[in-house]
């Protein structure tokens, strides 16, 4: 079996072992965190040996996972299958290398910081690996288990931020105050507090912690990568940064793209952060000429998109006179934005660029694409955040697609951090060994 077989081996581990060191503190020395020595050794070579256990069956989880679309857990395949399939999940063989000795980054202060030296035990782990395969309930109940093993205080402190994540994330607020009780009364500490939905919904929001797409030096056809990516991120974000820095060239094919692009997130209500469109608007400017017509219309049509976007009316409306010469047609009437476009436009790129990347609320399935933004983010910069505040889960197949695709980023001596991210998915980029070319930094309650 796989991660279920953790279950009988935890079981007939506690069945072998003497029966006074199963009982290694009373109720009284677990409110203090006491364990005594025979215990705690007996204790640390169980983890041990339970973690590496579960490293080897998330190899084999994420094989099973990746073939079966429903995420149930199956009996483990044989070897000459295992073998077969080897190559097509080499993102899963770094999970042999990824350390356990530290689940959360240590710059933080407080509780959370607390715990960075701890060895975190294998049923946070276990926990996290359930949760990222959409399995929940089995997810609490080993928490609900753990909390209840006489462990050192490290240790079931680890489980208890886990399981306050898990009743947060499913709105469980009855479940949440009843275990801050328990909580207070085992550690005597304020537990982490609930967050309502209204504290939890992304603000509207300055420039950082935005996602963002950057064009490429070419505006034409092969631009549509960059348009998908802003159409798909627009789902998630209700301001989003479209950055045209790097234009040099346009025709009216890609011109053409991007007016519809605009035109639909006006319709939508989105917010838009334009670095470089002062630059852009002068590279269309530069191909026009008026009175003389060409095959589209939508260089003209653009220009005007973005004059009435970045509200600067006057020039819209010579800019108007002119395409209205060219084509002997009425030109779009002007219409202010209802939220002017921020930070100023007179800025350039390179100071409007937000600090950080905005994580979507969900990462499964095919990460090609938000690698891709996620790259692009990356492009020039020095240390890249990657702002986790809405993210609740990353599919555990989907999290080795991560590492494959966040490994080249991190050569360079460029910084990847993962911040304010949830305790579950914290213990899962830990176990997938991104621990190794990223902080990951776990909100702080």
Known sequence: MKIFSLFGKKQQAQADAPAANTRACDGSM????????????????RNAARATELKIDAIESAMTLDLDANLSIRHKPGAANVAGQASAFNNTVQLMDASTEILFDDSRSGAAGALAAALPPPAVEEAAILFANGQQVLAEQLLQNAILEEAPVADAKHAYLLLFDLYQLSGQQQAFDRLSTDYIGRFETSPPAWRDSAQQAPSAVPASGQPSVVFPPVLDHSSARQIEQA?????????LQLDFG????IDPAGCTLLLQLLRNLHQSDHDLILPGAPHLIERIKSTLQTGRRKASAAPWLL????????????????SSIDYCITFEISPPAFEA????????????????????FLMP?????DTRQLLEAIAAFAADRET???DCAQLKRIDFTASGQLLT???????NDRIIEFHEVNYLVAALLNVMGLKEIARIIPHKG
Do not use: K
């Open 303 to 318: 220009l005007l998109e973005l004059l009435r976007r970045l509200d600067r009316e006057q020039e819209f409306e010579e």
């Open 231 to 239: 159409q798909q991120l627009s789902a998630s974000s209700r301001v």
């Open 30 to 45: 677990r409110m203090n965190g006491a364990v005594g020595r025979s215990g705690s050794t007996q204790f640390d070579q």
């Open 384 to 386: 890249v955040m990657l």
């Open 246 to 249: 790097r234009i040099r060239e």
């Open 361 to 365: 609320p969900l990462v499964a399935g």
């Open 337 to 356: 934005p209802l939220v002017r476009v921020a930070p100023s436009v007179g800025q350039t790129a390179a100071v409007s660029q937000p600090e950080r």
């Open 405 to 411: 695709g966040l490994v080249p980023l991190a050569g």
